[in-house]
């Protein structure tokens, strides 16, 4: 027996005697049961809960407050498919024995084999009302509900074959739901600022898979070091997790690994934070094996210092949100272990970054004008270059929709053909161990000549996802980078005009439809300038006899006229600055 704090002693005694009662196993309680709960009910003013089996053993006596009281698995089932052989009686010190939500919820999650509440008056038993497991019509499990009943009524109802029938009933429930997708994690979500925070969290765990059942937010700027949020709220959160059934908290907010251990005590369910819901994502979206071992270096770095809280979440991947890993290893729970591993995947990382500077001074050698599409997640980059290349990269209206990297040849309006890369997604709180395992990735914004960012204009928090955008660029040293900004996603906004982005000669802004393909000469106009200021136009007079010469000027510059003449081949071409120093004796001026 918990909560005993304040309570007489010889009051105590006598809830504890009750364990030593013998109660028919055909009839839910005695009269000496529910006098006892009642009258000392009416002296503490707090619920109390008696369990028992059925055999007629009262098993626990538990206290709790003027609202609820905490109803305990005692289970002693057969299997997953049978109900837990308890039921349960417990005081209402409101007067009223109606079963509450809560209550409800607790039968059907925690599969009592019954379920009774008794309101209390004046120290005795006003009404009673009895719930058990039974179908809808859509073959789903519910709580059936009778009642009111007074005491004596109560006392003579025979317990043994509603018993036989929510046990019936929960085998065939059992039957129906293993053609149901099952593992579905149904979240419960917890903010400490406002409803509207919440809304990108929502589209988290709708993107890794999860459903959002309810959610709770806190108003406190210090936060609990044990729990996060305060008592009062975590007690409030219990009540919720077991009203809606959730079987996922998700909190807004990074969590310590010992408040994540002592949220999951006192909930009893799986609890996770943003960054867990970020790397679940990005577990799922990996596809290469860069990409892989990035996810597996961020998930370690993250478990590192939670090692004593995540317990149980590091003993496995593919657990569900939040404890699924890009490859087939096992998270241990060593730290040697996990240093050496974060060791090999740095070394890995470095060996693939060194393969992908190959291929940058390759880029680089063939002078080809890089364009990079930066941006927040789900703001239409993969659309775009879809569009642009007319390739096929997948595009989905999700966040985080595409995590590799991926590069297109692009024909402007003035024949050049550039480069143009696609990078992942920017998100406000990115983890830090996220960034930190992705910057090999990220460099690719770091050499590009030009960065496109893409703007959902028709986010309300456009403003917003600019400015995270703009922080993550200047955390990876490219904020001082040539940029357009493009608005995208024009056709869904009414009027452009109350979008607020500066334009200006240096930076210009464009608004388009990647979607429906619109406004992308404007796009592709502002490209070409950027372009241009890589090369410029000169007239050439090359002899015959500097043949070599000759070819260099036609595989590495855009020829826009040429004339073969008395003293040499006349050429008018546009052509960047390297290839202008090597042919720069045969400039005309």
Not at 11 to 25: P, W, Y
Not at 295 to 314: F, N, S
Not at 510 to 536: C, H, P, R, T
């Amino acid at each position: 027996m918990e909560n005993k704090t304040g309570i007489k002693k010889t009051l105590i005694n006598q809830l504890e005697d009750l364990k030593n009662e013998a109660i028919d196993r055909d009839f839910f309680a005695n009269e000496k049961i529910i006098d006892t709960i009642c009258e000392i009910t009416e002296k503490i003013g707090k619920e109390i809960a008696v369990f028992i089996n059925r055999k007629g053993e009262v098993l626990d006596v538990e206290i709790g407050d003027e609202n609820t009281v905490t109803l305990k698995d005692l289970a002693d089932r057969r299997s997953e498919n049978s109900l837990s052989g308890i039921r349960v009686l417990h005081t209402h010190p409101n007067g009223s024995g109606m079963l509450s939500d809560v209550d409800l919820s607790a039968l059907k999650k925690l599969r009592f084999d019954m379920m009774a509440a008794v309101g209390v008056k004046d120290g005795a038993a006003s009404d009673l009302f009895v719930s058990f497991l039974g179908m809808d019509d859509k073959s789903d499990l519910l709580p059936l509900v009778a009642g009111p009943y007074p005491k004596e009524r109560f006392m003579k109802l025979n317990v043994k074959a509603v018993i036989i029938e929510a046990e019936e009933n929960l085998k065939k429930a059992a039957k129906i739901s293993k053609a149901v997708e099952v593992g579905e994690e149904r979240a419960v979500l917890v903010g400490i600022e406002n409803e509207e925070a919440l809304e990108e969290l929502r589209e988290l765990l709708k993107t890794a898979g999860g459903k959002e059942l309810s959610r709770m937010i806190q108003t406190r700027d210090k936060k609990d070091n044990a729990y996060f949020i305060g008592k009062g709220k975590l007690k409030e959160l219990s009540l919720l997790v077991q009203t809606v059934d959730a079987n996922l908290v998700v909190f807004d907010e990074e969590l310590s690994g010992a408040q994540i251990r002592n949220l999951e005590e006192v909930l009893g369910i799986k609890v996770i934070d943003r960054t867990q819901l970020i790397l679940d994502i990005f577990a799922q979206r990996a596809k290469s094996r860069e990409g892989k071992l990035q996810v597996e270096l961020a998930q370690l770095k993250y478990a590192m210092p939670r090692l004593i809280g995540l317990g149980g979440q590091l003993s496995r991947t593919g657990g569900g949100i939040g404890t699924r890993g890009p490859g087939e290893k096992k998270l241990e729970i060593d730290r040697r272990r996990i240093r050496d591993r974060v060791n090999d995947l740095q070394n890995e990382i470095k060996e693939i970054k060194k393969q992908r500077s190959v291929q940058r001074v390759s880029r680089e050698a063939n002078n080809v004008f890089q364009a990079c599409l930066v941006g927040y997640t789900n703001a239409g980059k993969s659309t775009l270059l879809n569009s642009l290349a007319d390739a096929d990269i997948y595009a989905m209206d999700q966040l985080f929709a595409t995590l590799d990297p991926t590069t297109r040849k692009v024909t402007l309006e003035s024949g050049k053909e550039i480069l143009i890369t696609d990078t992942v997604g920017f998100i406000k709180k990115l983890p830090h161990d996220l960034v930190e395992a992705f910057k090999s990735t990220l460099e690719e914004v770091l050499y590009a000549d030009l960065l496109i960012h893409v703007v959902d204009g028709s986010n309300k928090d456009y403003d917003q996802q600019i400015k995270v955008v703009l922080e993550v660029l200047k955390e990876l040293g490219a904020e001082n980078k040539a940029m357009i900004t493009a608005i995208n996603k024009m056709d869904k906004v009414e009027d452009f005009t109350e979008i607020n982005v500066k334009s200006t000669e240096e930076a210009p802004v464009v608004y388009l439809s990647a979607l429906n393909k619109s406004g992308f000469d404007n796009l592709m106009l502002e490209i070409d300038k950027f372009a241009a200021q890589k090369w410029k136009i000169v007239e050439l007079m090359v002899p015959y006899t500097d043949g070599a010469m000759n070819s260099m000027v036609h595989n590495n510059c855009r020829v826009i006229a040429e004339d073969y003449r008395e003293e040499g081949v006349y050429v008018k071409a546009e052509i960047d600055p390297i290839t202008y120093g090597r042919l720069a004796k045969y400039v005309i001026p």
